[in-house]
């Protein structure tokens, strides 16, 4: 008996009946033992009420819809001692917290503008993840985190259809000797591993963190922007390749340190500015905007960098790119310096024709007839293509408009084995308007 299986994967194309943008403010920050102690920070020195008081200020000014930060202390009132203390506060109410998890005494988290965005899911990265699934080696320095928000288009959103974004935040270990830099690099190539097992069709991946690297030669750099795959490569919005450390050439771009000598009994770092360890990188796809989401040029910035402060304090009196109450809230909190970067994202106004298009239904699995249970809305005929697994087209047929099923001989669908081998990386879907698309396995049992 002959069996197939058929998979729906909705890969019609849209034919937007209206389209707008909205802005997407993105933002990481790495906030200097939020809550935590070490050797040199107290609380005392690095006060939980006074870092509260100075982000209020920071984010009153910057605004941002998605907040990534690194260094969150332990316990889980943290993360409400910032949504109460510093975003939500004068009457806001919009944002909102991923789920909190004590993953070590520096932790990451993300907050968002519930207004604008939803959180769909979390995940951890805490090993290498191989392509079987499973997971291998000792557990990473620290673990990444990851978060799936979905933009809350109301319309699209009753539709099934709206955009993602996939953001991974990371704290890479610091440090400049060789096992530090293999630290960094195994964590790097974890996180590849697992986009690579993860990334699909219109999907729109960030990572942002602190990667404590000093140039774009380190491996850990190369391994997330150099990937022999270059569909799941993350690409620098400033696209600045160098020598970063102690280098007025990049001036521009340093995040650390806010200060020079003053360094609160050595909790803060000091020599003013003159390393990049902050990023904010993206997926190709969000840089050309291929599925909703787009990088707008030269937003990218580092929060109260004039480009001037080169191994000075940011406190300087010439240093006037943010008014003078956030510069010195900059100064107060902490020794890195935030990243911003601005996205705009499509609001689309999708057609009935379209909406129903993903609410097709097929009898599954089938053997000789392959039956479509089809909604009665259509005022166009519908093209569908069978293709199987590796993307090669075995029919194509037509469904007229206004019918409530369609029936199909697919008998005569070669099994598999009668085609010859073509690479997945190679094989297309060809997407047609007004057209749904089917994947199917045949085998014979």
Known sequence: MRSIFFILLASYCLAASGQNQDIIKFVHYNLLYFGATSNNCNGSNNSLDAKKQELAVIMSYLKPDILTVNELGPGNFLFNEILSGALNIEGEDRYQAANPKVNSNLGNMLFYNGNKMGLLKQEEIRKELLADGTFRGPNLVRLIDIYTLFYKDEEAL??????????????????????????????????????????VNRDNWIISGDFNIQSST?????TLTQNSTESIRFFDPVNSPGNWNNNNLFSNLHTQSTRTSNTNGGCFSGGGLDVRFDFILTGKEVINGDFGLKYISKSYRSVGNSGALFNQSIDASSNNSVPSEVKMALYNLSDHLPVQADF??????????EANLAKIRIENPASSTLVFHYPQHFSHKTNISLYNHVGQQVKSFEIPAMVSFFETNISECPTQTQYQPVSLTSAKIIKVQFSAQFLYTHTKI
């Not at 380190?218 to 190369?222: A, L, N, W």
């Open 218 to 222: 380190e491996d850990t750099y190369k």
């Open 158 to 199: 009753q539709k099934g259809d709206t955009n993602k974004i996939h953001i991974l935040v990371a704290h890479l270990k610091a440090g400049s000797t060789s096992a530090n830099k293999e630290d960094r690099n195994e964590a790097a190539k974890a996180i590849m591993r697992y986009v690579g097992n993860k990334k």
């Open 344 to 353: 705009t994202i499509e609001k689309t106004t999708v057609g009935i024709e």
